[in-house]
């Protein structure tokens, strides 16, 4: 696995090596996926994926996401001045800007194809959701997040 992938992501695939070691689990659906996952990875995708972890997870409980009911949230990719950027759809009119994130269309991509992330719709999202389901949209739960993120990214603040 190691030699088919980008050397910034051989120290993740083997934290996550780790972490199914330590627990003595065999692998499962979840460390396949993720595996599978970061090896797809081309350079500067794992930076992007941080932001993107990091972003949905500080949005958990952000204007109407704060709520209590809602498990999921929906991502744009949007221009500004310095390229792409990603943001998080927390109310009908309120975008929270997670930052800058060159790869994230190519990340969407990875992400549903691996299951970690949905296209928009399905008559499941809340009546203020104003994004359209397209190769520039993703919806991602909390928990699965937050469960990537601690292996993606174990030190916070980490680049």
Known sequence: MTDAADPEVVPTLGLLAGQYTFRQKKADHYFR?????LCDLEEGDLVDLKTLLRGVDACQ????????NVTDVG?????????EILQAQTSKETFHTMGSAPSARRLFFLLKREGFGRGV??????????LQSNDSTIMMDFVTS??????VDPSPGSP
């Open 33 to 37: 996926t993720l595996g599978r996952l």
């Open 61 to 68: 409980g952000l204007g109407d996401l704060g709520n209590g």
């Open 75 to 83: 991502v744009r990719t949007a221009q500004s001045e310095s390229g």
């Open 121 to 130: 719709g399905g008559g499941f999202l809340r009546p203020w959701n104003t």
């Open 146 to 151: 937050r469960r990537m993120l601690a292996t």
